[in-house]
């Protein structure tokens, strides 16, 4: 991606009056942000149903480019990257989200690809009892997958105690703040930061450099930390709050959505339960709880089964047989790989892995992932 496209993108971002749902509109259909810029002045040449509203939101680019170059310079001098939303290496999972970012800046090294990614959230005020929670399933985790990348928020109370304790297993761990990378927020949890970069994690923010933590950018963030995970595990929660937000974003996004019980009378423990009263959440006691729901392959399991062979499906059309074959290596893939990797239609992919979840060959995931169900 070009430096121009960057900062384009990033321009997009601060157009007053454009907001972000106009953004997407215009970067989607023109297919990038320097398309938008380079043919501001004759839109609806490409778009005949722009509004006047829209035309008249890019007709002035000057300051908003102006404020992207100096972030681009910040980025430049700080090692950091800028994931726009074309860029490969943008979280896919996050990509589906009708509300993601069209920018994301970045400190770290984690994948924000990975094949396994969860969050785990809860009270600032969590109790002995939920931080031995993430003590316990973070370190049960490690033992079956020591991979998976934790994502929480940096805040007090839980997300603090699961970036802590993934580090203390050597958990790979990103945070995603309501703020620009400039700064840490709080300020105590500095070193902790620091600590997740050097070791595999990351912070991560759609924030630039200069922006406040304001109270407004803690709910908006919650989106990106349900919207890149696979799951989101509740840990403790009040009857409000923000991890309760991150649940339904979570289930909004067609996310699976776990929570760990609570003692009926427990303060920090009534969002928990409600979530599973209603069920808006599965109820979750370890990793292999996790695990069973996400359908991982249970690694410390043996199995006898041999993987599913080609010969064993002589009814498969030529298309199935590829979904089949591209599905084979890996315990799962998302729907975009695998038009990717099969370089056929989207929509004619979609229909084959309906048609093979029909006859019981694979299994959708949350996350629009598919698994090969191995006899």
């Not at 770290?108 to 316990?136: F, K, P, Q, W």
């Not at 009378?265 to 990793?287: F, V």
Request: one cysteine or more.
């Amino acid at each position: 991606m070009t430096e121009q496209e960057i900062i384009y993108t990033m321009a997009l971002t601060r157009i007053k009056g454009l907001g972000l749902s106009n953004s997407r509109i215009l970067y989607e259909r023109m297919g990038c942000a320097t398309a938008v810029f380079d043919n501001r002045k004759n839109l609806r040449d490409f778009m005949p149903d722009v509004s006047d509203k829209l035309i008249k939101a890019v007709s002035d680019i000057d300051e908003a480019v102006a404020r992207a170059e100096q972030e681009f310079d910040f980025i430049s001098r700080n090692h950091l990257r800028v994931l726009c939303f074309n860029d490969s290496d943008y979280p896919w999972r996050l990509r589906e989200c009708a509300d993601s970012p069209l920018v994301l800046f970045y400190a770290g090294t984690a994948d924000l690809n990975h094949s396994r990614i969860i969050s785990m959230v809860g009270t600032r005020h969590c109790t002995e009892y939920g931080r031995d929670i993430c003590n316990s399933f973070i370190t049960d985790l490690c033992r079956y997958y020591p991979d998976t990348i934790i994502v929480s928020g940096l805040a007090y109370g839980i997300d603090i105690n699961a970036h802590r304790f993934a580090l203390s297993s050597g958990m790979p761990t990103v945070a995603v703040l309501a703020h620009g990378l400039d700064r840490i927020y709080p300020t105590m949890h500095r070193q902790t930061a620091s600590d997740m970069v050097a070791h595999g994690g990351g912070l991560l923010t759609e924030y630039m450099s200069a922006t406040k933590p304001d109270k407004g950018n803690f709910v908006r963030r919650n989106r990106i930390v349900a919207g890149m995970c696979d799951a989101t595990i509740v840990v403790e929660s009040a009857s409000s709050g923000g991890a309760l937000i991150t649940a339904d974003l979570a289930t909004s996004y067609n996310r699976d959505v776990l929570a760990f019980p609570g003692r009926v009378y427990d303060q920090y423990s009534e969002g928990c339960n409600a979530l599973i009263r209603s069920g808006r959440a599965a109820l979750i006691q370890s990793a292999e709880d996790l695990i069973n729901a996400l359908c991982w392959k249970n690694p410390l399991e043996t199995s006898s089964s041999d993987p599913v062979q080609q010969e064993l499906f002589p009814e498969f059309s030529p298309e199935e047989q590829t979904i089949i074959d591209t599905l084979k290596s890996v315990d799962d893939k998302q729907i975009n790989q695998i038009v990717v990797d099969t370089n056929m239609p989207y929509s004619k992919v979609s229909s084959l892995l309906f048609e093979l979840e029909m006859k019981g060959i694979v299994r959708v995931l949350g996350g629009a992932r598919y698994r090969l169900v191995r006899g």
